[in-house]
């Protein structure tokens, strides 16, 4: 929560360094009352800068000429000649309110309303604006405020202030020490910076804190503001967060309302209400300004209402240079209410552009080449030779009036343009560079009050002062009782607190490094994972550790043993697993497994071990089958080029059958456990006696290559991460085993195994999924093989399911698909904010997402497997609901309900 309001508060822009004479005064309207956040723009230096909450505002400038406009939504913009010549000017400014009129000709006959024959023409050249920029450079400066309204009476006691001298931080515990000041209603924090950022096409930017000044919690100084000032209204999701109304497929969400035009000096300003088609957390509403002509914003009004509350967002754009149209103002204003806690986060910017760089490789379109309201650009690309694409768009842009499909068609015409616009490097490259840089100046936190008051150009409101004062204090008083502590006191709490933290160690785990690389994990007594109960082991309880060593050239050696008592088998259960990772780039290791453990019958994913443990203690059933395994595995993988990965194993495994030891639960204690035997057709008394699960010596040996063509990564701190592709991922795998049949045949029975598989997962719209799985596998000689070595499959027909199992079949009992013949297995699954059940009032305010799914199987004698689902995720961030129902050859099976709980 305090992680998010920062965030928030961190979004803005803007300020310079400058000298000592300034313009400052007051912005009011035509009754008298302050324009809070009004916008102060310097035409000639590009600058800008904003009201305070009273209206005050305060602009340090060189001696020169200037012509300066005052502008708030919802006003008439005031322009005004200023010269300075060393003194101090004060200017107080009356912003009259602005008339928006509906021409007779925007009414159209067919009773359209004019305001969707403006946005189309606004989201098909959103691409373009987006774009238009080649490079910027910018001196920032932002103001940020803080002030908790209520606390619930749960958490008054325990939230805190803890001041360490030179920043503040909060903290939930039980008492307040003497360093510590308990948070109540009515405190408030500030924050400002004055910062430098560079913008480099397509997404590179680079952030230099010069200076930074904060009362806020020491976590939110931590945080950067990069990822909201990247953020654009053209761009189709605005930070993750929100639909935008110019996303290409905005028609779908939004519904809009023309308000009237006005004339701003040569622009006529086209004002539209956005109405959101549903009520939800990812839709704004408000009112957008659009440019006649030029088809691009000229400001911004908008609220989205979210779990934790309201944020009105407000920008103002403004031509710093051509039809290059950048914000120079933005206002933050955040509501917070989520459990009884109640706040109000708020901020204002001040953004100076020092150099603006069209996009010269992008045509303007000739619509706005031949705009009287712009400048053309000599050095911009020609169109001596005139591309078909732009002829395209020319067309499009010259009706008075166009179609959605046109819309869609400008839409996707200007991102072919704009792409193009790209050098070849750049677009043909796979490696996406971190594309934000942030560096903190040694003395950022160091300047003082004075230094504050001669640069900051918006005034501090009241507020912020007592902010300031209060901070300040907190810090001597800190400071005062740190020096009166007595040493027997800091001693008594020492051994108190070494204690506690051991047994809090012991208990729940704790991770210990030092600076050589090496590192341990221990899980701790305490851990839902090291106990479970089946009918063959009874209660089986472990406890596992890792120990990890890393070197300088990155190479690393993890060390992960895992040791489990068998209560009622009296069996000391062990796995080990080593790696060594010697290439980060190509991600090559060399691995080894062994142990002597039980294991699921079912290698592709079976029940839950503590879903296992309820259903066996609570109602007599133990779904889960095992068997015992003393094996060891040896084996290699590595990437051999960009998208094309090998791996080599051999795995050596001595399997034994195990029976029930115990008939212990809870209830029913009169039934039996089921046998340790799988329900499969092909284990059936009087079925093939080879296929029957039996003591064995097994080795196999594994090759498996998987390729994705076009492999996109990212290399950070010399590690190569994988981040998708625009093709389907090819894996083919080939399994050589050997089986020793001796107990009731001659000699050792091999096999081959062959699997062919092609997956893809792709977003396909505004926080919309799509993902399918096809797979074909097969034995050239099955008649040789144990249940052991079969195909087995996914299947999770228990209705409480823990963590979400991908490609799985929800309907068919487990172990029941089990199968030794070739098989063609498909999954395909399509996750959408808005499908059914979120179109409906009291659901479409909720972050959940709407899934469809269908799953296939087919294989020789069994009929063909169908099944299709429908679920709603992320419920309360965790949970999940659906209904599935069953198909043999489209003969309908069955039908289940299920709920998953997402924990990992």
Not at 62 to 67: D, E, K, N, R, V
Not at 187 to 196: K, Y
Not at 755 to 782: H, M, Y
Request: glycine share 6%; aromatic share 12%; proline share 4%.
């Amino acid at each position: 929560m305090k992680y998010f309001i920062l965030i928030v508060i961190l979004v803005l822009f803007s300020d310079p360094i400058v000298p000592a004479q300034s313009l400052k005064g007051r912005i009011t309207d035509q009754s008298g009352k302050p324009v809070s956040y009004a916008t102060v723009f310097i035409k000639e230096i590009r600058q800008g800068t904003t009201s305070n909450s009273r209206g005050d505002y305060e602009i340090r400038l060189p001696s020169g000429s200037y012509t300066v406009i005052y502008q708030s939504l919802g006003y008439q913009p005031v322009s005004v000649n200023i010269t300075l010549s060393g003194a101090t000017i004060s200017k107080n400014v009356i912003l009259t309110l602005q008339y928006y009129a509906i021409p007779e000709v925007r009414i159209s006959a067919s009773g359209e309303d004019p305001a969707y024959n403006i946005m189309r023409k606004t989201i098909g050249m959103a691409p373009y604006y987006l774009n238009n920029v080649s490079y910027y450079k910018a001196e920032v400066y932002l103001k940020g405020n803080l002030v908790i309204n209520k606390i619930p009476k749960l958490l008054r006691k325990s939230m805190k202030i803890e001041s360490n001298g030179d920043n503040t931080s909060v903290s939930a515990g039980s008492k307040p020490t003497s360093e510590e000041k308990l948070l109540k209603a009515g405190d408030s924090f500030f924050m400002e910076s004055i910062n430098e950022i560079e913008f480099t096409a397509p997404d590179k930017y680079f952030q230099k804190v010069i200076s930074y000044n904060s009362t806020f919690p020491a976590q939110g100084n931590e945080i950067s503001p990069m990822e909201f000032i990247k953020a654009s209204f053209y761009q189709p999701v605005l930070a993750d967060m929100a639909i935008s109304p110019l996303a290409p497929n905005a028609f779908s969400h939004y519904n809009y309302k023309f308000l009237g035009t006005s004339q701003q000096e040569n622009f006529t300003i086209n004002k539209i209400q956005v109405i959101p088609k549903r009520k939800s957390q990812q839709l704004f509403e408000g009112t957008i300004y659009i440019i006649e002509d030029l088809w691009c914003l000229q400001s911004v009004d908008l609220t989205n209402e979210n779990f934790f509350g309201k944020i009105k967002i407000e920008q103002l754009y403004v031509p710093v240079q051509d039809d290059i149209w950048m914000p120079v103002s933005h206002k933050f204003e955040i509501n917070i209410g989520i459990i009884g806690f109640k706040a109000d986060v708020g901020y204002g910017s001040s953004v100076r552009y020092t150099e603006v760089r069209p996009n010269l490789s992008l045509i303007r379109p000739g619509s706005l080449t031949s705009s009287n309201a712009l400048t053309p650009d000599a050095n911009r690309k020609t169109d001596s030779i005139v591309s078909r694409t732009k002829k395209q768009i020319d067309k499009i842009l010259e009706k008075d009036k166009i179609s959605n499909r046109e819309m869609a068609k400008l839409s996707k015409l200007m991102e072919k343009e704009s792409l193009q616009s790209i050098s070849d490097s750049e677009r043909k490259s796979l490696e996406i560079t971190d594309n934000t840089t942030r560096i903190v100046e040694k003395d950022a936190r160091t300047k003082d009050s004075t230094y504050w008051a001669g640069i900051r150009p918006i005034p501090l409101s009241d507020l912020e002062i007592r902010s300031l004062r209060k901070s300040d204090s907190l810090k001597n008083e800190a400071s005062l009782s740190h020096q009166q502590n007595d040493t027997i006191h800091q001693n008594k709490n020492k051994e108190k607190s070494k204690f506690l933290k051991t047994t809090r160690d012991i208990a729940f785990g704790h991770y210990w490094s030092d600076t050589t690389g090496f590192g341990m994990k221990y899980n701790g007594l305490i851990n839902l994972r090291s106990l479970s109960f089946n009918s063959v082991d009874g209660f089986d309880y472990g406890l596992n550790f890792s120990i990890t060593k890393s070197w300088k050239n990155k190479n690393t050696f993890n060390f992960v043993p895992d040791l489990r008592w068998a209560f009622s088998r009296g069996k000391l259960m062990w796995v080990i697993s080593t790696n060594y990772r010697f290439d980060k780039i190509k991600h090559r290791q060399l691995f080894f497994r062994a142990g002597n453990t039980s294991k699921d019958i079912n290698n592709e994913g079976g029940i839950n071990p503590f879903i296992n443990s309820l259903t066996s203690l609570l109602q007599k059933n133990n779904y889960l089958k095992l068997y015992e395994s003393r094996y060891f595995t040896l084996g290699y993988s590595g990437e051999i080029s960009n998208g094309l990965n090998l791996q080599f194993s051999t795995n050596f495994e001595d399997r034994n059958t195990l029976s029930n030891t115990t008939n212990f639960s809870f209830f029913k204690s009169n039934e039996v456990f089921s046998d340790n035997i799988p329900v499969n057709r092909y284990l059936l008394p009087g079925s093939n006696e080879i296929n029957a699960l039996r003591n064995q010596s097994h080795l196999d040996f594994l090759t498996q290559i998987s390729y994705t063509p076009l492999q996109k990564y990212r290399i950070k701190n010399g590690i190569k991460t994988k981040v998708g592709s625009d093709w389907p991922t090819f894996d083919l795998t080939w399994q050589h085993g050997i089986n020793d049949f001796s107990e009731i045949k001659q000699g050792l029975r091999r096999y081959d195994m062959f699997r062919f598989e092609v997956s893809r997962n792709s977003t396909v719209g505004a926080f919309s999924n799509f993902r399918w799985r096809i797979k074909a596998s097969g034995f050239l000689d099955n008649r040789d093989l144990t249940f052991y070595d079969f195909f087995h499959f996914n299947s999770q027909p228990f209705p409480l399911l823990i963590n979400n199992y991908e490609d799985a079949f929800m309907i068919p009992s487990f172990y029941s698909l089990s199968t030794p013949e070739f098989y063609v297995e498909a999954h395909i699954k399509y996750t959408t904010p808005y499908l059914l059940l979120k179109l409906l009032p009291l659901m479409s305010n909720t972050l959940m997402r709407e899934n469809i799914s269908l799953s296939y199987l087919g294989t020789r004698f069994q009929p063909n497997y169908t099944e299709i689902g429908y679920s709603i995720s992320e419920i309360m961030f965790v949970g999940e609901l659906g209904i599935y129902a069953g198909f043999d050859d489209t003969k309908y099976r069955s039908v289940g309900l299920k709920a998953i709980f997402v924990l990992n």
